[in-house]
């Protein structure tokens, strides 16, 4: 296993992929059953695009309308545990379960919310190759080095494309 203050990619991404949907359709079968039905549940880390280097993790977002995220919380509380290391807001909470394979991290957002940009950022790297290429690029510049380095760079990068996406609206 990989110490988790070192960023590593999967060995094999194309597996990683293909154990992250797996994952994913287990996972969603439960989280719409246990969500308001404004819930939109969608698979959005790097295993969710073709192409894209992973760590090997799986990301899912979940997205309600406001006045059920509430009800939305409490749901995935009952069920995982709370990501200690993330932010939480009015808007914005993360969940994860680190016994799941592979790591699983679940992140409730508010529909059109501050934070409720992950699907935007997922669906820019499918739908632009220079943008995914220099996605990948930051992850191998980052890989088998330290953690916080990699989620600043990250950051920033997913910053930028936000930003851009934003103004091509």
Same mark, same amino acid.
């Not at 699907?119 to 190759?129: G, I, K, M, S, Y």
């Given at each position: 296993?990989?110490?988790? /203050?070192?960023?590593? %990619? ?6 990683? *992929?293909?154990?992250?949907?797996? %994952? ?33 993790? %799986? /990301? ?35 969940? @994860?379960?680190? *016994? ?9 957002? !508010? ?11 997922? @669906?820019?790297?499918?739908?632009? =190759? ?7 690029? %930051? ?6 080095? =330290? ?10 990068? !997913? ?11």
């Amino acid at each position: 296993m990989t110490h988790p /203050d070192t960023f590593s %990619l999967a060995p094999d991404p194309d597996a990683a *992929r293909a154990a992250a949907d797996r %994952l994913f359709a287990a996972v969603r079968r439960d989280l719409v059953a246990r969500l308001p039905p404004s819930a939109e549940v969608l698979h959005v880390g790097a295993t969710a695009i073709p192409g894209c280097l992973t760590k090997g993790d %799986l /990301d899912i977002v979940v997205r309600v309308e406001a006045a059920d995220f509430a009800a939305a919380e409490a749901g995935l509380a009952g069920a995982f545990g709370r990501n200690a290391g993330s932010a939480r807001t009015d808007g914005f909470a993360a969940f @994860e379960d680190a *016994r799941r394979t592979p790591h699983l991290g679940i992140q409730l957002t !508010v529909k059109g919310g501050a934070l409720d940009g992950f699907h935007r950022f997922a @669906e820019a790297l499918r739908t632009d =190759p220079a943008l995914l290429r220099r996605y990948n690029d %930051l992850k191998r510049a980052h890989h088998d080095g =330290p953690m916080a380095p990699y989620r600043a760079a990250k950051d920033a990068f !997913v910053a930028e494309v936000l930003r851009l996406a934003a103004s091509d609206a």
